[in-house]
């Protein structure tokens, strides 16, 4: 079985004074965490435990317990959680919700690696009792559970080095599944293909496709129609296809509305952290002429909230 990798708690010991003094202060918490990357807030949590006896997860969560409507509160409890434990909460709001926000499930299982997909499951059966894969698959199915179930069918079997001969046979295979004439595609094609390759593999398939017929594939799906399974591919596609470029536009769509919708900045910012802040940063500046912290600053309202995100897209803070 599988195990978590180990963690460094040298270090960090001053952070964790000043992190416990002001505990019930998310302000001030949100300006000592914001600029720490993944591997820094696992060693200050590990830190935090070895000084204190505390969870720190567990102390934010009892400060999120006291403020259920404030967004700065969740995005801090959901910041210093380990990935899959953060994912599973995530994928568990996803289903419990009045219908479920297939598009969540779709970014946790196409940016996750395979190992730290079963890491996931793991913290979604050890928080919840249940199986996540069981969870999101109901009847009648929907076209982004079909291919959901593909994806999770493909990480459970361990894949060698990237092959650009099957990329390039995969590529022919899926221009040959469109049907002009009807404005879809071969579904089974799509989920076979699914079911058989790793995310790197399929997305190395996606490339060949560009560089044999000259356009990406999403391109073709929109021109083939707006069938709803065209429709749920056309997502699958571009987070796997490219993933910063898919969390700049989740940015900036969830930046842009005019009632902001928090939980989908929320979102898009701990997908952003994941995929990785430098590249998101750059894509971001090139499509949209603007740097990220300075459109958060300008799109939101004067809050902590606001600060906290605009020290992440920095990467540093100022108080």
């Not at 430098?278 to 799109?299: N, Q």
């Amino acid at each position: 079985m599988a195990s978590q990798p180990l963690v460094d708690t040298t270090g960090f010991e001053n952070e964790c004074r000043e992190i416990h003094s002001e505990c019930n202060q998310p302000r001030h918490l949100s300006l000592l965490l914001a600029h720490r990357n993944t591997s820094e807030r696992q060693q200050i949590k590990a830190t935090y435990h070895a000084m204190f006896g505390q969870d720190l997860a567990g102390e934010l969560h009892k400060i999120l317990m006291g403020n259920q409507e404030d967004e700065l509160c969740k995005l801090l409890y959901l910041w210093v959680l380990n990935p899959a434990e953060r994912d599973a909460i995530m994928a568990r709001d996803a289903i419990e919700g009045r219908a479920t926000d297939y598009q969540v499930l779709v970014e946790i299982f196409t940016r996750r690696k395979q190992n730290q997909l079963f890491f996931t499951k793991q913290a979604y059966l050890g928080r919840f009792k249940k199986n996540l894969e069981q969870d999101m698959v109901t009847e009648p199915t929907h076209p982004y559970q079909r291919l959901l179930v593909a994806l999770a069918t493909s990480h459970k079997s361990h894949h060698d080095e990237l092959s650009q001969h099957i990329a390039k046979c995969d590529a022919r295979r899926l221009y040959d599944a469109k049907n002009s004439a009807m404005g879809s595609v071969d579904e089974a094609v799509i989920l076979e293909m699914f079911s058989k390759r790793s995310i790197p593999q399929i997305r190395l398939a996606f490339c060949s496709y560009k560089h044999i017929y000259g356009h990406d594939y999403t391109k073709a799906l929109k021109k083939n129609g707006f069938g709803e399974f065209e429709e749920s591919l056309r997502v699958v596609v571009k987070c796997i296809y490219s993933p910063s470029m898919y969390y700049s536009k989740l940015l900036y769509r969830s930046l842009q509305c005019p009632a902001t919708n928090k939980r989908l900045v929320t979102r898009a910012i701990l997908g952003s952290d994941d995929v990785g802040m430098e590249k998101i940063k750059s894509i971001f500046k090139s499509s949209y002429g603007k740097d990220l912290d300075d459109f958060i600053h300008e799109s939101l309202p004067e809050s902590d909230y606001r600060d906290f995100l605009v020290g992440v897209a920095r990467g540093s803070v100022t108080s």
